[in-house]
């Protein structure tokens, strides 16, 4: 797996806006992607799969978006909430080995 | 279905001590992952194992660091001797052919 740099990407949204958190992903030949949800003293927690051949996923609240062209994805959180504050991960699973690469996380702050 | 159960949630030693963590993963999940995660970074992958049998411990920093899964269930990950840089939360994954990926809570290391 990847790791990132120290310093998190901030995205800060109003309580009840909706949130977009963006991920680069580099595989060109991954064919399933993951979103995960980390707060504070916790392990990842699964939100939303898409596989490759599917352009969007819809989930309660939450959307996923994928582009392979740009080989990009985003999260959308609707009508955000106070317990959506965490650090958010995108993840592309390499097909030759499960191995899951780490996209950059986005720390979410809800401003209430 | 119960989830990846990880003990002990916290440990504190000193350098140069030896420590052990346990996972018990999802029952069936035959891929269980050791990760260790730094704060502000994701996970970086330590070790993968199929059943009982390692997939990847490339990254797996094998002068202090082993682990073993005897029965192709349970895990063990050892730290010896430590040292301050192992400061992190080591988390364990197990997953099903790369999908249903799920994360323990993971073990909170301080080496002082």
């Known amino acids: 797996g990847e790791s990132v740099g120290l310093h998190l990407p901030t995205l800060s949204v109003q309580e009840g806006d909706n949130s977009i958190i963006n991920c680069a992903y580099s595989n060109s030949a991954s064919d399933y992607f993951i979103w995960y949800k980390q707060e504070s003293g916790k392990g990842p927690q699964f939100i939303i799969d898409?596989?490759?051949n599917m352009d969007k996923r819809q989930g309660q609240r939450v959307t996923v978006l994928l582009n392979k062209t740009v080989k990009h994805l985003s999260l959308q959180i609707a009508a955000t909430q106070p317990g959506d504050s965490a650090v958010y991960f995108c993840?592309?699973?390499?097909?030759?080995?499960?191995?899951?690469?780490w996209g950059a996380g986005t720390k979410l702050i809800i401003k209430p | 279905e119960a989830g990846v159960a990880q003990s002990p949630r916290y440990k504190i030693i000193e350098k140069r001590q030896s420590v052990a963590f346990w996972c018990n993963p999802i029952?069936?999940?035959?891929?269980l992952y050791w990760y260790q995660q730094i704060l502000g970074q994701g996970p970086k992958l330590l070790i993968q194992f199929q059943n009982n049998g390692v997939v990847d411990d490339s990254q797996l920093p094998k002068d202090r660091f082993s682990a073993e899964r005897l029965k192709g269930v349970d895990s063990t990950l050892k730290i010896q001797p430590a040292k301050l840089e192992d400061s992190a939360v080591y988390l364990c994954?197990?997953?099903?052919?790369?999908?249903?990926?799920?994360f323990g809570s993971g073990t909170r290391l301080t080496v002082v």
């Open positions: 898409i596989r490759s």
């Open positions: 029952s069936g999940h035959a891929t």
């Open positions: 994954a197990s997953s099903l052919a790369g999908y249903g990926y799920t």
């Open positions: 993840a592309e699973v390499t097909p030759s080995n499960y191995q899951l690469i």
